[in-house]
C-alpha cells in the first residue's frame, strides 16, 4: 500500500518538475534528489500538495483499518485457542490421579523388598497429592475477612 503511494507520489512530483505543457516546473530535480536528514527530496513532507491530501488521508485509513482488522482477527483465534486449551484442561481435571493410582506396578522390579519400597513411595505420593488438593479447597473457601487477618498475622511474624 505504502509503495504504490509513494511512487504515485513521485510520479506527481516529476510532473511539477516537467510539466510537459511549457510552463515553468514548480519542484526542482535537484530538490527531488537531495537528502533531507534520512530521507530523500521526495519523501519530505514540503514535497507534497494539496492535491495529495486524500490520497494520503486513504492510506493512513487504509493502513489504521487493516491493522485494527489483524488484531481482532488475531485476538478472536487466541481467544478460540485459550478457550481449546480450558476444555482440554477441564477434561484432564477430573482424571488427574489416574496415572498415580492405576500405574503404580513395576514388573521389572525382581526384590520383595523393592515392591514394598515403590508401593509405600506411591502411597506417600498419593498422600501428599489428595492433601495438597484439601489445603487448596480450604484456601478456596476463605472469606475476604480470614484472608485479612491472616496476612496481618503474617506481617507480624515478620
Not at 519542484?27 to 534520512?38: D, I, V
Not at 485494527?68 to 482477527?73: G, Q, S, T
Not at 488475531?74 to 482440554?88: A, F, H, P, V
Not at 484432564?92 to 521389572?108: P, R, T
Request: charged share 25%.
Amino acid at each position: 500500500m505504502c509503495i504504490f503511494f509513494l511512487v504515485n507520489h513521485m510520479i506527481n512530483l516529476w510532473y511539477r518538475i516537467d510539466p510537459g505543457d511549457g510552463t515553468a516546473p514548480t519542484y526542482s530535480s535537484a530538490e527531488f534528489w537531495k537528502m533531507s536528514g534520512f530521507l530523500p527530496g521526495f519523501m519530505t513532507f514540503s514535497s507534497f500538495d494539496e492535491k495529495e491530501q486524500y490520497t494520503y488521508l486513504g492510506l493512513v485509513l487504509l493502513i489504521a483499518g487493516t491493522s485494527f482488522l489483524d488484531a481482532l482477527r488475531k485476538w478472536i483465534r487466541e481467544d478460540s485457542n485459550s478457550k481449546e486449551l480450558g476444555s482440554i484442561e477441564q477434561e484432564q481435571e477430573a482424571v488427574k490421579y489416574a496415572k498415580q493410582f492405576l500405574c503404580c506396578w513395576d514388573h521389572s522390579l525382581a526384590n520383595d523388598t523393592d515392591v514394598e519400597d515403590l508401593q509405600c513411595n506411591i502411597g506417600a505420593e498419593m498422600a501428599a497429592l489428595l492433601d495438597f488438593e484439601k489445603e487448596k479447597d480450604n484456601t478456596k473457601a476463605r472469606s475476604f475477612k480470614e484472608n485479612v487477618l491472616m496476612n496481618f498475622r503474617r506481617g507480624e511474624e515478620r
